[in-house]
């Protein structure tokens, strides 16, 4: 009798099928040019300075450097932040039911990346996250934390 226990083989293994490498798993993301969102950067801060937080807060959110490197994310998180401090926190719920579905994702994805970073940890910006991501949920519900949860693009 062979000392094989024919009950433990994963037969799965040898289905070529069924094997999907981390490179599959990632949605396909075009790549990023730092030049763009350094424009974008100065774009937003023009629109800051003219007093329209809104358009501001639309275009920092509008197209995520999903395929950046972490120098073009964290300069672009800084970005978004600076766009969330200069927010008065009674304006923050017209401005999250103005953002659409996609925009209010990627908020809450900045939120909880402002939260576990230091830039947004320091300068009493913390509060002010927390402000938004209270505002935000109350909002929206949990769909958006749901959405970042199950979303393998990272900001």
């Known amino acids: 009798m062979s000392e094989i226990n024919w009950r433990r083989i994963n037969i799965d293994q040898y289905d070529p099928d069924s094997f999907m490498s981390a490179e599959e798993l990632l949605p396909p ?10 424009n974008l ?3 937003v801060r023009g629109l800051l300075s003219k007093g329209d937080i809104s358009q501001a807060l639309i275009t920092a959110l509008e197209n995520p450097p ?6 073009v994310k964290a300069s672009h998180l ?3 932040l600076e766009v969330l401090t200069a927010t008065k926190s009674s304006d923050i719920t017209s401005l999250v039911e103005s953002l659409s579905q996609e925009q209010q994702t990627t908020l809450i994805k900045y939120l909880y990346k402002g939260m576990s970073s230091i830039l947004g940890q320091s300068n009493g910006n913390a509060g002010i996250l927390l402000t938004w991501f209270q505002k935000t949920i109350d909002t929206t519900g949990s769909g958006p934390i749901v959405r970042h949860i199950s979303d393998r693009r990272t900001v």
């Open 29 to 38: 993301v075009p790549p990023v040019v730092a030049a763009d969102y350094a």
């Open 41 to 43: 950067a100065q774009l």
């Open 66 to 71: 999903y395929g950046g490197d972490e120098i």
């Open 78 to 80: 800084k970005t978004v």
